[in-house]
């Protein structure tokens, strides 16, 4: 089993329609949660940081974490067809370096 | 601009042959990583850095070797013995453990030919 699971999807959408994503895990220990996207070909770009549980908004992006569910989110209102991307989530535990990754979305959002 | 810059974009290997993908960044984060990424498998992690001189093997670093002789370089060579090495390679960097994200480089893609 691995320790982060991600829906590769493809995941297609209406423009304006809301996006979610998630990834669940295993090891009850992570403690920083990431979410980046990451646009053919290129780097992963951070989108959201988050620290434990609780939720995040940021502009058209939400981040929630449920660390009793071992299950984190990322909502994107108002998809545009630029937010087409593959979103990678991402989680560390305190005082470790190594960051966990799961495998990535591929979201398609149709004009 | 700070970031982290890695060159080439695009890199083609012959069979046998050592190339050194270079990854440098002016951020001044202690740690480096370097990360695979093929299609369909998500970022696996070959090694990774916290402090210069000092470095640890990830969970695919067979066929690959580092250095970190300074804090803003961490280079990474795809060696002969790496039989499969056609791929993406990303580079991030991060400040610390506690309470910090990581940051990307724009990759590079490497092809054997």
């Known amino acids: 089993q691995k320790e982060v699971e991600q829906d590769p999807g493809p995941l297609s959408v209406p423009e304006g329609a809301i996006v979610s994503l998630n990834c669940t895990y295993s090891?009850?220990?992570?403690?920083?949660f990431m979410w980046y996207r990451q646009y053919s070909r290129k780097g992963p770009e951070l989108l959201m940081y988050?620290?434990?549980?609780g939720n995040k908004e940021d502009g058209r992006f939400t981040a929630q974490v449920d660390k009793s569910s071992k299950y984190i989110s990322l909502f994107i209102r108002d998809s545009q067809p630029s937010d087409s991307a593959t979103y990678l989530c991402?989680?560390?535990?305190?005082?470790?370096?190594?960051?966990?990754f799961g495998a990535g979305t591929t979201v398609t959002v149709r004009a | 601009d700070g970031g982290i810059t890695q060159s080439p974009k695009y890199l083609f290997r012959k069979e046998g042959q050592n190339v050194t993908l270079s990854c440098e960044q002016n951020?001044?984060?202690?740690?480096m990583y370097w990360y695979r990424q093929d299609p369909g498998q998500g970022l696996r992690l070959i090694y990774y850095?916290?402090?210069?001189?000092?470095?640890q093997k990830g969970d695919i670093a067979e066929g690959y070797s580092v250095s970190r002789e300074k804090k803003e370089s961490f280079p990474l060579t795809v060696t002969s013995a790496q039989k499969n090495p056609t791929a993406f390679y990303l580079c991030?960097?991060?400040?610390?453990?506690?309470?910090?994200?990581?940051?990307f480089g724009q990759g590079t893609r490497l092809t054997v030919v």
């Open positions: 850095s916290q402090i210069v001189n000092d470095f």
């Open positions: 951020l001044n984060h202690d740690a």
């Open positions: 988050t620290y434990s549980s």
């Open positions: 991402a989680m560390s535990r305190s005082n470790d370096y190594k960051l966990s």
């Open positions: 991030a960097s991060r400040p610390g453990t506690v309470n910090t994200e990581a940051f």
């Open positions: 090891n009850s220990a992570f403690q920083y």
